[in-house]
């Protein structure tokens, strides 16, 4: 039996406390562990990740530092952060309410696989494709999405081991993440090519984003 909690929370309820959780729509709860918490679970890293990338590019916006070349990025992370969220919906919803799903809000739908391949044909032709082994780290931006890549690589490795027991309700939720890794991967290169392309900062514009960091940092 759950715990009863000692003080009045808006957020913290004690009913997971036994190491179980609920899924959408109601139903039977299941285990913390179960591999379907597992999968939406990762996906919900995923999204935490890729609001990394996106927190350094607003960053950049602020102090004037953000090249054009960068600025569509902001828009397409969140995009994805909230059809990510999508993803997370199918993957949290028992079975007996798969009736339930909407497609696009809560179910994967072939128009979000189709959104994620034309992104990827627009990427590929606007980038140079490198030559060697990628190593992460070249920039933060490109950092944050690669690791949200690697995290959306494991969300598809528990999807599969789902779908082998039956419990993907629709048939495109695996085509999303297989391509959106994929993507991911392209986003990271084209984040490095625009950096570098960005031109460098003037002395007087690095000092005056200096001084507005010490002015928050005091306030």
Excluded: C
Excluded at 88 to 102: G, K, Q, S, Y
Excluded at 130 to 158: D, K, M, N, Q, Y
Excluded at 192 to 217: C, I, K, L, M, Y
């Amino acid at each position: 039996m759950a715990n009863r909690l000692s003080f009045d929370s808006a957020v913290a309820t004690g009913a997971g406390d036994d190491g179980s959780t609920g899924l959408l729509y109601g139903g039977e709860r299941i285990a913390k562990d179960d591999l379907r918490a597992e999968a939406y679970g990762t996906v919900d890293e995923a999204v935490a990740a890729l609001g990394l990338a996106r927190a350094r590019l607003g960053l950049k916006e602020e102090y004037g530092l953000l090249s054009p070349a960068l600025a569509p990025l902001r828009e397409l992370i969140l995009r994805f952060q909230r059809e990510l969220f999508v993803v997370a919906a199918e993957l949290a919803t028992n079975p007996d309410a798969w009736d339930r799903l909407e497609d696009g809000r809560t179910r994967v739908s072939a128009a979000m696989v189709e959104g994620v391949e034309q992104v990827l044909r627009e990427l590929e032709a606007r980038i140079t494709m490198p030559r060697e082994f990628v190593v992460p780290g070249e920039t933060p931006t490109s950092a944050g999405l690669e690791l949200a890549r690697t995290i959306i690589r494991r969300a598809e490795r528990r999807a599969v081991a789902l779908g082998r027991d039956g419990l993907i309700p629709g048939p495109h939720l695996l085509p999303y993440l297989n391509r959106l890794a994929d993507l991911l991967w392209v986003l990271a290169r084209a984040a490095e090519q625009a950096e570098d392309r960005s031109p460098t900062p003037s002395r007087t514009s690095r000092r005056g984003a200096r001084e507005r960091v010490e002015r928050r940092s005091t306030e």
